[in-house]
Nanobody, 127 residues
Framework: QVQLVESGGGSVQAGDSLRLACAAS????????MGWFRQPPGQEREFVAA????????YYADSVKGRFTISRDNAKNTVFLQMNSLKPEDTAVYYC????????????????????WGQGTQVTVSS
């Protein structure tokens, strides 16, 4: 059974930074792409960033490119999202997800391609 647990959210001012972490249980963590999504209040879940199984390739939504960095530590079964220069429009519940398939060779931004999710962590950015 796979479990994902996010941490690191909080309430910050615009321009501040936060680092989210997602700890995964279960085997073969290093075989799967991991992604971060977010759900702003009253909106649908949207793609933020993804990192492939080895950590050699990353992909970002245009809205966070240059401000957010996704990384992973396969030895610790953990994926991170470093968020810098936060803006009020980054306010959302942030979720990490695990790809449905192992060793995917391209990045997908669809939440339907992820089959395990954490419970989410709230990020609130005030102006």
């Amino acid at each position: 059974q796979v479990q994902l647990v996010e941490s690191g959210g909080g309430s910050v001012q615009a321009g501040d930074s936060l680092r989210l972490a997602c700890a995964a249980s279960g085997r073969a963590f290093n075989s799967y792409t991991m992604g971060w999504f977010r759900q702003p209040p009253g909106q649908e879940r949207e793609f933020v960033a993804a990192i492939n199984w080895s950590g050699s390739s990353t992909y970002y939504a245009d809205s966070v490119k240059g401000r957010f960095t996704i990384s992973r530590d396969n030895a610790k079964n953990t994926v991170f999202l470093q968020m810098n220069s936060l803006k009020p429009e980054d306010t959302a519940v942030y979720y990490c997800g695990r790809d449905k398939f192992t060793y995917r060779t391209y990045h997908t931004v669809s939440s339907r391609d992820y089959d395990y999710w954490g419970q989410g962590t709230q990020v609130t950015v005030s102006s």
